[in-house]
């Protein structure tokens, strides 16, 4: 497969390459060069949130909600 380099810098990736390597609007492409080579590599996003998620536990066997309403004395 081949791809003309517009005169901004700008390429197509195939279409057939895209769908194979789900890439879709927005994915984020790293850059490299490696023996002469041009590599680009999906970059995920991860969620500043992903760290902390199942860190908090509830104590005892109470729900969320049971437990959010004995914290606020319901």
């Known amino acids: 497969m081949n ?3 517009s005169e901004k810098g700008q390429v197509t ?3 057939k390459l895209r769908i194979n390597l789900g890439l879709e609007t927005g994915t984020i492409l790293e850059f490299c060069e490696e ?3 041009l590599v680009a ?3 995920t996003v ?3 949130f992903d760290e902390w998620v199942g860190v908090g536990k509830v104590p005892g066997d109470l ?3 049971e437990y959010i309403d004995q914290v ?3």
Do not use: H, N, Y
């Open 46 to 48: 991860e969620s500043p």
């Open 13 to 15: 990736i195939p279409k």
């Open 63 to 65: 729900s969320v909600d």
């Open 72 to 74: 606020r004395d319901r």
């Open 35 to 37: 023996d002469g080579k």
């Open 41 to 43: 590599t999906k970059k």
């Open 3 to 5: 791809a003309v380099l």
